[in-house]
Structures are given as structure tokens and as C-alpha cells.
């Protein structure tokens, strides 16, 4: 036996503990931080830019031919593309997961590859970029100039130069992105009228440029093979790119025979500015350049934020005057505080795990054991995880704190068994001895069934399978290091501490407790009530005051420790008379329900019935949306709005974000829209920074809260933009923001114009959707769940008579009628004039759009060269008809001439979803509204509302949902065959294991009506609770069958079996579950960041738990005794009955346990002789059902600790040679021990 090795070696039992916990705190020290596990699925990007194109232009030359190649790439689920007015193109590919992203991002490269040769010829040379997509911004530095005194174009190339590539080799860092990036340029700003003076064209300047302007190889003297005698070799160099203004104003564009040039600088202006100037950023109205950090996917995001946070103070100290940096989106504050308020969750249930279990075993000693095993087996995971390559997140930590509640109770299995052979005269070793080899067996078989129930979710694949496998398998883990550490330290803590009653040492608490804690709180109270004024100096008297009031704190402490064990003690007596008497009702009530057995079947079926509707009819959602911290705003102005206008616009809703509470910071971008991902002059975005959750506790300043008080200041502030507000993504990496993405496809070929109209009215018919409100009580939820109170509506789409809308923020960005020109070419009269339609395309793309030519070096950097019209030459129509295109005779030819130009409109932004032209409409679902809800509401209304060329299609984090779909549900099925198949194996019995699961739907009524209650859907979380939920059910119902079926083998009838066990087992029971149950308390009562989830979760496994152990404990005792009768009754034992029987079982159980077939085998135990020492005295006791008369089964008393408040009394009436009565006694309602008692008085 395992057990009696450590027994015997205490020491080596304690060092393995320790070692373990050593090696769990190394790993806890060493594990990645993360707010999930990496459940983002890989995305590989795709960008490029078509300089001066419009939208239109890119998706049918840049968008078209690439995704034609990338299209139906290997495991590719989804890909969406973007095609600006800025001649901008970014394709997103997104992947399955589980692929590797550098195999992603190579699969594409090959496939962009295919479609370079059908490019535009501009894009052949400035190329087109294919790279890996980061999840999520991990924080923004903002580069700003405090004193104004540095422009923003020197602000983003100081950062560029400087500060990017530095952040960039920090490790853990993949990538960092500019907002707001103005690269330098050399910008040839020319003049088309000076041109057109001389005949000569953009075109000649743009050719000017070239040729004189090149990086050239002039090659080397005397450079090998040479004559004989050569002694030296020198590198020619020469003027090849050129650097300075000074130097591009004097590039010749023409030279005339008569020796006349004309330089660039009498025809253009030349300045180093910036390439671009469509996007600004701003920090709380001041001009500012953002660079965006990026973390790996397997980094620790806060070790990655430190080392980033210490890089830059470091870069800051060599800052120029004029620049400085702020640090004001960070996301790490979220994550650093979520997971603090897990671990002090986690503190809280060891705490009420702790005080349960004191309750019960009434004995600082007795306790001690099982609390020793929670920071072995909690500890102790830590290694195991990081060894599988996990995170610490919020699903291993979640799991750890329900893991307390399952953790204590093989220990308490084990002090219960050695406790009972103690006081049956057994000395603490030998009676340690012999409980080990009764309860090792079940102990280990009890391991077996919730690791049964949590290792099959490591098999699960997708995003379900991501937020399983850690949770699951975290739970396993600590359980099987539960399981070993009640083998191995356990029983050497039990034979070591443990003591009979009345030797002293069995008090609630020891002295030295109360001392201590006397001292703590003397500490805590005592020296800011006495001396409020030196609590925080470092003083003599400070130290003398704080030692004063800890020695105080010690002596009341052990002066009153008798006093209060002595309550103690009396508050037990109390607490053990009140059990008795709740036991005796119970009994009497199961006795009553075995009697009318039916009428509970029936009453069963019905609750299987309720549960089945209430699963039907609760709204399911994926991942709920938190409270993270900050708000994103995405502002569209109208069509054609200038970049300026929307910089004017995003600085009022700066100081109007300014003015909301719980709006600590702000930081915006003018000219991008955060949902699209694109740029545009009417278009901007906004980060709203958060106050710290310690100043938010306040139901007005939530996100939520607070998000509606901004939509409702900007529309009435604001009327002319259009602004959404959003929360940040559940999953990061998953989209921009949160919410749900709609895209409704143009399959037909109808149109932009068309497409608009038709989202547009999806959106307007969205906004008009309304639902029911929730049940706001307890009761509320459970007639809800009988049918008598309305319920959210999902039956179809409401109009009327609602209480409030289904959806908010809904909008669309797509704009397909924004106001444009069009140039209609008259190519007959370019033929006439003798013009070259390729000549006047030149001109226009030149001077109106801009056209790079190549590069120079300058700051050790290479920089492009940029041909464009000056500013005053492309203001109005007017500006573009006077410009002049040479035809083949060298006579300027006017652009009114070639083309007339007027007014058309057309889409600012092409999406193209899956190859199809679409229409992203973003939105979420409203407070209390469930995201499956919305998303059948908006199926249903885009389906009565589309053309029938018009097809939806979701994305991002719906597109995960609907792809999940009842993937957690099959876990739930299959958890609960692997515990059947598990008691099958344990028991012999194919038909007693269902004594077990028939209890465990009862987990998902109590479940249910907890989750309608809290207003919450049957979400992600939810369906972890309800995994958890099938172990510990079967737990609690084991504990009944288990004792039940060994009564039953020693003869007793099925009725007094299942009342005996019932007696024996409610103790334990009632302990275990309420252990459990307070552990996960503080998950519901949480607050701070990160507590959507806790209480989530902590709701649905809070009540599922309650609901199985009220149901379970009247319920199993029925099951047992049913299942039992029915095993005799002579029908059953027909044989086609059991060939069909056996057949559908054997099935159930994956055939290949039917082998295994129905053995009953008697169960051979040994009883201890009088004696009552060694194993010398023990005589073999059949415990097959042969005795000549039934059993009886009588009453004893209960011990100090009130676990074994029932003993049976097995007389033997005759043909047994012993005259002593025989105790049976459970130990943790497995297979009871039975032994001699010596005889009484009475006989």
C-alpha cells in the first residue's frame, strides 16, 4: 500500500508536497499574463497603395486580381478588403485556428505573388506588403510637442527615426504602428501654368527626374585584371541621388541649343515635406504622433508593457526641447487589475472554504489536513500548466478558484475514516493505517470520475475548445494533485496530528492562533486609534507604539483563547443537535418518497421537462462584453467633408468627452475610421480613457453608463457628424470593436447605390426592433421558467408594444452617393488634336493626384521623391479644365477640350467581403439583450427585408458564435458518458451508474434560473459552469449510491439501505457542497476589472450547485431505489429484454465496454477481532446476501466532530460463531469498513 510507505515516512510525504508547491510558485513567477488564452485566430495582412486612384479603381485593378489568387488559400475561413479614395488597399486574411501564422503568412505571399504580373505598374515598384497581423494594440505612447514648438511633421519623423525601431527590438514586442505618420518626402510642388508657358508638361519634370536623379555604380581604376605594375586600385564615386532642396530646385528640364535651361525651380517649388497628410492625430486637442505597440502572441503582455514603459522614459531622457511623450491608452491596467481581483477571489474562498470546513470537523487538527492540500494542489498546478505551455488568465485562475471547493474533500475523505478508527480504541497510526486501506481505493476512483468529466474538453477544437482546454484541464490537474496528495501527505499529517477525543489538542482553534490574530488585529486597529499621527513615520515612537499595540494584541489574544474555544465548543453542540434533527426530517421525508416512487418519477420528468424549456428559451450569447476601461468613437462627418472640418469636429467632442464623469483621458485621429480601417478626410476615431475601476464602483460611471451619456451629447451637440460609440472587443484581436459585423453582400451585381439603400434599410428597420424586459426577481425567473411571465421575444420580430429596443449603435459607414467628379474623355477629339489618351491620364493623375518618381537618402533613411500640382492649381473644377496637355505637334491642348468634367458621385470606401462587393453594418445588442438573440433577430429581419441578390454574411466575433454553435452543449453530453462510462467500470453495473447522471440535469435547472435571474444568457461561461456542475453532481450522488449499494450486498432491503445512506451521507454531503459553494461566493459578489466574467460564472455553478443538492438529496435516494427494485423484479430478467438492454447500453458506451458484461462478485472484508490490534485478529466476513435472518440496523451516537452521526448495528442471528455485535460504518460513502464492538452491559 502506497499509503503506509509515507506513513512511515513523513518526512519524505512532506518533502514531495513541498517540492511540488516549490515547483508551482517557480512557474507562477515564470507564466505568461494574459487576459484569455491566445483564442484570436490568425490573421495575415495584406496592404498596398495606388497613388491618386479612387475606390472604384482599386477594387477592379489592385482588389480584384489579388483576391482572385488568395481566394480558397489553405484553411483560410474568412477574408475582407478595403479600397479607399486614397488609392489605399488592405485585404485581412483570417485563418482557422490552430494554423500556424508564419505558414499563414507564407501561403499568402505565394498566392499575392501569382497576381504581381496583373498589377498597375506603379505598384510593381513601390511593391506590395504581406505581413502578420497582431491580435490587438497592446498601448499608444503619444508623441506630442507640450510647447508647441515642434510641428507634427517633425514629431513623426523624430519618432520614426528615433523611438519606433527602438520599441520595435524590445522583446515580446511583433510590432509598432504610426497614427498620424508623416514620412518626409521631397515634394515637387509644380505649376502647370509655368509648364504649360514653356510647352512643356509634368510629364518632362517627372523625366527629368529620373535621369537625374538615380543611384549609379561608376565602377572602379585599376581594378583587377589590369596590366602588370599597377599600384594603386580607387573607387570612383559621384552625384548619383541627390539630397538637398537646393539640389532638386536645380534638376534641368530642358536645355535649348542656344544654351537656355529651365531648372525645376522655374517651374515648380521644391520642400522637404511630408508624403501624406490625410491622417493627424491629437491628444486632448494638442497635435500629437501615436505609435501603436503590438505584443506577440505568447508574450507576457505586462512584462512586455514594463520593459516598453521603461524604454521609453529611457529614449525620453535624450528627447530634443519641445518633445515629449504620455502613455495614455494602455490596456495592461485591465488585464494587471483583472487578474489581482481573481487572486484576491481566490484568497476569499480559501477563506470560506476554510471556515466550512472548521464548522465541520470542529477540530483545528481534523482541519488542518485537508487546508494543507489547497496550496499543494492549487500551488502545485502552476507547473503542470506552464508545462502545456499555458497562460495565467482569468480561465486557469477561475478554474483554481472552484478547484478550493473539490480540492478539500479527499483530504476530509481520509481525517474522517482515521478520525472513526480512533475512536474505535485504534491508536492514530494504526488507525491511519487502516482507514488508508479502506478509503485509497475510492479516493482514487473518485479522481477518476472528475478527471473523466474535465480531460475530454482538451480534445475540443476552435475557440470553444480554447476557453475549455485551460479551464478544464486546470480543474483535472488540481485534482489529481488533490488525489495524490490524500495518498501521500495526508495520511502522514493524519497519523502525526491527530488525536482520540478528550487528550487534549481537539479545540476549534489553538492558542497561539488566537495570539496571532489578537496581534494582527492590535496592528490594524489599535495604532491609528491610539497614535493616528505616527502610523506612517519611521520613527522611535512610531516603532514603539506599533510593537505596543502587536504585544497588547498578542496577550488579549491568548488570554481569551480558552474563553472562546469554550463558545466555540458550545456553538458546535448547537450546530451538531440542529444537523441531527434536519437529518431526522430528511429521513423521514426520503422514506415518504420511496413510498410514492412514481409520483416522483413523474414530478422528475416534469422538472426534466422545465429544464429543457429553460434551455430552449434562455437567449445564448458567446463572449460577453466588459467593462475594459475605454471607449472607442468612430465619427463619419458628411460626404466630402475636408480633413480640417473633421479635425475642428474631433476636437468638440474631445472637451464634450471631457465634460462626461469617469472620462479620465481622451485620443483621437482625424481622417481614419477605426470600424472600417481606412482613411478618409470625412472620417475620425477616438480612444475615451476611463477613470480606474476603484473610482467607477458607481452604477452611472460603468462603460455602459458612460457610453450613453456621450451618445447623447454628441447628438445633440453635434448634429452634424455621425457618432458610435462602442466598447472594446471581448476578445482581442478579434475586431475593432465590440459588438457584432454584418455584411450585406451585392451577389447580383446592382450596385453601390443599390447595396446603400438596402443597408440602410436593414439599419433603420433594426432600430425600430424592440424586446420584452427581464424578470427582475427570483420568483419572476422561476415562473418565467413555468411559462406564466413573458420572456424575451425570439419568436419572431416586435415592433409594438415593446419595452426598449433590441439593438444600439447601429450604423453603416458605407456611403456609395458621395459627391465625386467625373472626367468623360472625348477620344475622338483627342484623336483630332492629335493627343495621347495616355499623355492627358498622365496629367491628371501628375497634377491631380500625385505621382512618385523615385528616392533619395537623408538621416541615413530612404525617402520617395513626389510630383504634384501646388495646391492653388487643384481647388475647383475650373482649376482642372485649365490644365494643358501637349499633343504630337508640342501645342498645348486644354483638358476642357479633351474631357468634359462634372459633378457624379460614388463610394468613398469599397468593401469587398469574400469577393463580393459589400456593406459592414456594426452594432450590439442592447443591456440585457443576448448577442444570439441579436443575431436571430437580424437574420430573420435581413432576410424580410434584402433583395434576393442581397445576401448576409457575419464576421469577426458573430461569425466565431455561429461557428461555435452548440459545441459546449456536446462537452455537457460527453462529460456526462464519460462519468457513466467510469461508474459502469467501478460499479460492474450497467444500470446503477444511472442512479448517478439521472441527478445531474437537475445542475442545469438550478443553473438556468440563476443565469435568467441575473439577466445573463447561456454565454461561454455559463457552459464552462455547467461542465463543472456534471463532476460535482455525480460527486454528491456517489456518495449516496455507493454506501446504498454496500448495505444492499450485506443483505439489508433496498428501502432501509437507501434511508441508512441517506442518514450516513447527508453530513458529508452537505459539507462538501456548501464548502463549494461559499468557495465561489466571492465570483458573484466581485467587483473592479474583469467582473462581468467572475459573476457570470460564479452565478451559473452558485445556484447549479444549490439546485443539484436540494434536488439530489431527495432525488437519489429515489433513483437508488427504483433502479435497485427493478433489477429484481422478474420482467427485467427476461432475456430479449436484456439483449436489447445490453445492446443500447453497449452503444451508450462505446461497445467496447459491453465486454466487460455483468459480473457479480461477493465482496470479501476483514473485521478487526476484539482485540482490535494487527491484522493477526481479523477474520474473513462474506458480505454476499446469505444471511439466515435480515439485519438490523440501530442508531449510536455521533462523535466531537458530528461526521458519523449514524452507526449500523449488523446482528448476526445465527450460523455465526461470534456473539459481538458488528459496527458498519461508512468512511466516505464508498465501500463501508465493519469490525468487531466489544459487548455492552446489556448485551
Not at 465482496?1163 to 477474520?1179: C, E, W
Request: aromatic share 8%; proline share 6%; glycine share 8%.
Amino acid at each position: 500500500m502506497i499509503s503506509r510507505f509515507f506513513i512511515d515516512r513523513p518526512i519524505f510525504a512532506s518533502v514531495l508536497s513541498i517540492v511540488i508547491t516549490l515547483a508551482g510558485a517557480i512557474a507562477l513567477f515564470a507564466m505568461p499574463i494574459a487576459l484569455y488564452p491566445p483564442i484570436s485566430p490568425p490573421v495575415v495582412q495584406v496592404d498596398c497603395r495606388f497613388p491618386g486612384a479612387s475606390a472604384q479603381v482599386v477594387a477592379e485593378s489592385v482588389a480584384t486580381p489579388i483576391e482572385e489568387q488568395v481566394n480558397g488559400v489553405e484553411d483560410m475561413m474568412y477574408m475582407s478588403s478595403q479600397c479607399t479614395n486614397d488609392g489605399s488597399y488592405n485585404l485581412t486574411v483570417t485563418f482557422k485556428h490552430g494554423v500556424d501564422l508564419n505558414v499563414a503568412q507564407v501561403l499568402v505571399q505565394n498566392r499575392v505573388s501569382l497576381a504581381i504580373p496583373r498589377l498597375p505598374d506603379v505598384l510593381k515598384q513601390t511593391g506590395v506588403t504581406t505581413r502578420k497581423k497582431s491580435p490587438d494594440i497592446l498601448m499608444a505612447i503619444a508623441i506630442s510637442s507640450p510647447d508647441a514648438s515642434r510641428t507634427q511633421l517633425y514629431l513623426s519623423n523624430y519618432a520614426l527615426m528615433h523611438i519606433k525601431d527602438e520599441l520595435a527590438r524590445v522583446p515580446g514586442v511583433s510590432d509598432v504602428n504610426m497614427m498620424g505618420q508623416r514620412d518626409y518626402s521631397m515634394r515637387i510642388w509644380v505649376d502647370p501654368e509655368q509648364l504649360a508657358a514653356r510647352s512643356m508638361t509634368a510629364s518632362d519634370v517627372v523625366a527629368a527626374l529620373r535621369s537625374q536623379n538615380m543611384q549609379v555604380a561608376t565602377g572602379q581604376i585599376g581594378q583587377p585584371p589590369v596590366a602588370a605594375g599597377q599600384r594603386t586600385q580607387l573607387t570612383l564615386s559621384t552625384m548619383g541621388r541627390l539630397i538637398e532642396v537646393e539640389q532638386f530646385e536645380n534638376v534641368i528640364v530642358r536645355a535649348t541649343p542656344e544654351g537656355r535651361v529651365v531648372r525645376i525651380k522655374d517651374v515648380a517649388r521644391v520642400e522637404l515635406g511630408s508624403k501624406n497628410e490625410d491622417v493627424s492625430g491629437r491628444v486632448n486637442g494638442n497635435p500629437t504622433v501615436s505609435l501603436a505597440v503590438f505584443q506577440l502572441p505568447d508574450a507576457n503582455a505586462l512584462d512586455v508593457a514594463d520593459v516598453v514603459k521603461a524604454k521609453i522614459a529611457e529614449l525620453a531622457a535624450d528627447f530634443p526641447p519641445g518633445v515629449g511623450y504620455e502613455i495614455r491608452y494602455d490596456t495592461t491596467p485591465f488585464i494587471r487589475e483583472s487578474i489581482e481581483e481573481v487572486f484576491k477571489t481566490l484568497r476569499e474562498a480559501i477563506v470560506l472554504v476554510a471556515i466550512v470546513v472548521l464548522l465541520f470537523l470542529q477540530s483545528w487538527r481534523s482541519s488542518i489536513i485537508p487546508l494543507i492540500a489547497v496550496p499543494v494542489a492549487i500551488v502545485g498546478t502552476f507547473a503542470v500548466l506552464i508545462a502545456m505551455g499555458f497562460t495565467l488568465n482569468n480561465l486557469t485562475l477561475f478554474g483554481l478558484v472552484l478547484a478550493i471547493g473539490i480540492v478539500v474533500d479527499d483530504a476530509i475523505v481520509v481525517v474522517e475514516a482515521v478520525e472513526h478508527h480512533i475512536e474505535r480504541g485504534l491508536k492514530p497510526r494504526a488507525a491511519t493505517i487502516k482507514a488508508m486501506e479502506e478509503v485509497s481505493g475510492p479516493v482514487i476512483a473518485i479522481g477518476l470520475v472528475l478527471s473523466a468529466v474535465f480531460v475530454p474538453c482538451a480534445f475540443i477544437s476552435g475557440i470553444v475548445g480554447q476557453f475549455f482546454r485551460q479551464f478544464a484541464l486546470t480543474i483535472a490537474t488540481s485534482t489529481l494533485i488533490s488525489t495524490f496528495n490524500s495518498l501521500t501527505l495526508s495520511p502522514a499529517l493524519a497519523a502525526m496530528l491527530l488525536r482520540p477525543k478528550g487528550h487534549g489538542g481537539n479545540e476549534a482553534l489553538p492558542r497561539q492562533a488566537y495570539a496571532l490574530l489578537g496581534g494582527w488585529l492590535g496592528w490594524k486597529y489599535l495604532t491609528p486609534l491610539f497614535a493616528p499621527r505616527l502610523v506612517h513615520q519611521d520613527t522611535a515612537a512610531a516603532w514603539a507604539v506599533v510593537l505596543l499595540a502587536i504585544a497588547a494584541g498578542l496577550t488579549v489574544g491568548w488570554l481569551v483563547s480558552k474563553i472562546l474555544n469554550r463558545l466555540f465548543g458550545g456553538f458546535f453542540g448547537l450546530f451538531n443537535w440542529g444537523f441531527r434533527r434536519g437529518t431526522g426530517a430528511y429521513t423521514r421525508v426520503v422514506g415518504w418518497m420511496l413510498r410514492v416512487s412514481f409520483i416522483v418519477l413523474l414530478g422528475y420528468g416534469g422538472l426534466l421537462y422545465l429544464t429543457y424549456w429553460g434551455l430552449s428559451h434562455t437567449p445564448s450569447g458567446f463572449i460577453p462584453s466588459q467593462d475594459m476601461g475605454y471607449l472607442l468613437v468612430n465619427v463619419q462627418l458628411p460626404d466630402s467633408a475636408a480633413s480640417e472640418r473633421s479635425a475642428a469636429v474631433m476636437n468638440r467632442l474631445e472637451k464634450i468627452a471631457h465634460e462626461v464623469p469617469g472620462v479620465k483621458h481622451t485620443q483621437s485621429t482625424s481622417g481614419m475610421s477605426l470600424l472600417l480601417s481606412a482613411n478618409g478626410s470625412n472620417f475620425g476615431s477616438m480612444f475615451v480613457i476611463l477613470d480606474e475601476f476603484s473610482k467607477r464602483r458607481a452604477p452611472n460611471l460603468s462603460s455602459d453608463a458612460i457610453a450613453k451619456q456621450l451618445r447623447e451629447r454628441y447628438e445633440n451637440d453635434v448634429p452634424e457628424a455621425i457618432m458610435t460609440v462602442l466598447g472594446p472587443p471581448p476578445v482581442r484581436g478579434v475586431g475593432r470593436a465590440g459588438g457584432f459585423k454584418l455584411m450585406v453582400e451585392d451577389r447580383g451585381d446592382l450596385g453601390s447605390r443599390t447595396l446603400q439603400g438596402q443597408t440602410e434599410n436593414l439599419v433603420d428597420q433594426a432600430k425600430n426592433v424592440k424586446v420584452e424586459a427581464k424578470a427582475d426577481s427570483p420568483w419572476d425567473a422561476l415562473k418565467t421558467l413555468l411559462g406564466s411571465s413573458k420572456v424575451p421575444q425570439k419568436e419572431g420580430v416586435q415592433k409594438e408594444g415593446a419595452q426598449k429596443p433590441a439593438f444600439v449603435g447601429l450604423t453603416s459607414v458605407f456611403r456609395a452617393n458621395v459627391p465625386q467628379l467625373y472626367a468623360e474623355v472625348n477620344r475622338k477629339e483627342c484623336m483630332a488634336k492629335e493627343v495621347q489618351l495616355q499623355d492627358l491620364f498622365d496629367t491628371l493623375r501628375i497634377y491631380l493626384g500625385s505621382l512618385y518618381v523615385n528616392d533619395f537618402n537623408r538621416f541615413g533613411r530612404t525617402w520617395q521623391v513626389i510630383v504634384q500640382a501646388d495646391a492653388k492649381f487643384r481647388n475647383t473644377i475650373d482649376d482642372a479644365k485649365r490644365l494643358k496637355v501637349r499633343n504630337a505637334k508640342g501645342t498645348m491642348v486644354p483638358v476642357a477640350a479633351l474631357a468634359d468634367i462634372r459633378e457624379d458621385t460614388g463610394p468613398l470606401v469599397l468593401t469587398r467581403y469574400n469577393m463580393y462587393p459589400a456593406a459592414p453594418v456594426n452594432g450590439s445588442s442592447a443591456p440585457g439583450v443576448s448577442s444570439g438573440t441579436g443575431i436571430e433577430l437580424m437574420e430573420r429581419l435581413a432576410k424580410a427585408e434584402l433583395l434576393p441578390s442581397m445576401a448576409t454574411e457575419w464576421t469577426e466575433l458573430a461569425y466565431l458564435e455561429i461557428q461555435a454553435g452548440n459545441t459546449a452543449m456536446i462537452v455537457f453530453g460527453f462529460a456526462v458518458v464519460m462519468v457513466f462510462l467510469v461508474l459502469a467500470a467501478q460499479y460492474e453495473s450497467w444500470s446503477l451508474p444511472l442512479a448517478v447522471i439521472l441527478v445531474v440535469p437537475m445542475c442545469l435547472l438550478g443553473s438556468i434560473i440563476g443565469v435568467r435571474y441575473s439577466g445573463s444568457d447561456i454565454n461561454i461561461f455559463t457552459q464552462i459552469g455547467f461542465v463543472v456542475l456534471v463532476g460535482l453532481a455525480s460527486k454528491n450522488a456517489i456518495l449516496i449510491v455507493e454506501f446504498s449499494k454496500s448495505l444492499r450486498e450485506q443483505g439489508e432491503t433496498p428501502r432501509e439501505a437507501t434511508l441508512q445512506a441517506c442518514r450516513l451521507r447527508l453530513r458529508p454531503i452537505v459539507m462538501t457542497s456548501l464548502a463549494f459553494i461559499l468557495g465561489v461566493v466571492p465570483l458573484i459578489t466581485s467587483h473592479g476589472a474583469g467582473a462581468e466574467m467572475r459573476r457570470i460564472l460564479g452565478t451559473t455553478v452558485f445556484s447549479g450547485m444549490i439546485g443539484v443538492t436540494f434536488f439530489g438529496i431527495f432525488l437519489t435516494p429515489v433513483f437508488f431505489y427504483v433502479i435497485d427494485r427493478l433489477s429484481e423484479s422478474r420482467l427485467l430478467h427476461l432475456k430479449w429484454i436484456e439483449r436489447v438492454s445490453d445492446a443500447l447500453l453497449g452503444l451508450l458506451s462505446l461497445r467496447f465496454l459491453r465486454k466487460l458484461g455483468r459480473r457479480t462478485r461477493p465482496l470479501a472484508i476483514t473485521a478487526p477481532s476484539s482485540n482490535g490490534h494487527g491484522t493477526n485478529g481479523h477474520v474473513p466476513l462474506s458480505l454476499k446476501p446469505d444471511l439466515k435472518e435480515p439485519a438490523t440496523i440501530a442508531p449510536t451516537p455521533t462523535n466531537g466532530a458530528g461526521l458519523h452521526t449514524e452507526q449500523a448495528l449488523v446482528e448476526s442471528k445465527g450460523g455465526n460463531s461470534s456473539t459481538h455485535p458488528q459496527t458498519v460504518t461508512p468512511t466516505n460513502g464508498m465501500a463501508p469498513h465493519v469490525h468487531e464492538t466489544p459487548p455492552t452491559s446489556n448485551g
